[in-house]
């Protein structure tokens, strides 16, 4: 019995115990795979590599980098005229003039919006003059800045509603503060103090929000 099933074995083993057509069949598979593992091979062998840690390396410089840019800017305007509530506000980059007038309660009815640009996009230090209607400023523009490039406000030629956008800064001490440069040109800030009803305890209020420059 061992016999016959090796020799049967051995029978079925032999490319003529195959048909004609299974025979090219199996040729063809074998063509294929050798031609696949052929150049596959060939080209892993010749592919330049890069380091696995340098791969990471730019995955994490990539990925900060996203990061970064997608992270939002805080900037601070300071908003005065003819709106509700004048005074300092945290906006982000991008925002616009609208944006910081909403933040500040609104526009009165006094404001006069044709000389605004409520689309104008906003920088860290804007100051925005909101004008009103038939007032006189030193130029017709769309965020009237008081004439200081870090958005302070110039003691001594900004208007009274500017000053009294300031804390603790009212309409009567506004007043004050103008019939005293008449005279006398504010040389610092801390000349304000000489202006009564200025203190120590208002000095420091609005001393981070002036110039004299």
Same mark, same amino acid.
């Given at each position: ?9 051995? @029978? ?9 057509? *299974? ?5 063809? /598979?074998? &063509? ?13 062998? =010749? ?42 506000? *945290?906006?982000?980059?991008?925002? @616009? ?17 044709? @000389?605004? =640009? ?14 009103? &209607?038939?007032?006189?400023v030193s130029q017709n523009i769309e965020a009237i800045n008081t004439g200081?490039?870090?958005?302070? &406000?110039? /003691? ?22 103008? *019939? ?8 610092? &800030?801390?000349? /304000? @103090? =000489? ?8 000095f420091n209020d609005i001393k981070d929000l002036i110039t004299v420059d």
């Open positions: 019995m061992t016999l016959v099933i090796t020799k049967g074995f051995d @029978r079925r083993m032999d490319m003529d115990f195959f048909t004609k057509k *299974e025979q090219i069949a199996i040729l063809s /598979i074998a &063509i294929i795979l050798l031609a696949y593992f052929g150049i596959g091979g060939y080209i892993r062998k =010749n592919q330049p590599t890069q380091p696995l840690a340098l791969i990471q390396s730019e995955t994490s410089v990539k990925y900060d980098e996203k990061e970064e840019s997608e992270e939002p800017s805080l900037i601070m305007v300071h908003i005065s005229g003819q709106v509700y509530y004048p005074g300092i506000y *945290e906006l982000i980059s991008g925002d @616009r003039v609208k944006d910081a007038v909403d933040l500040a309660g609104g526009l009165t009815k006094s404001a006069d919006i044709d @000389r605004i =640009n409520l689309a104008k996009k906003l920088k860290d230090e804007d100051k925005i003059y909101i004008p009103a &209607i038939g007032e006189e200081s490039d870090n958005g302070l &406000i110039n /003691i001594n030629t900004c208007s009274k509603e500017e000053l009294d956008s300031l804390p603790g800064i009212g309409s009567v001490i506004a007043d004050r503060i103008i *019939e005293y440069r008449k005279s006398s040109r504010f040389e610092s &800030i801390d000349d /304000i @103090r =000489n202006v009564s009803g200025i203190g120590d305890a208002k």
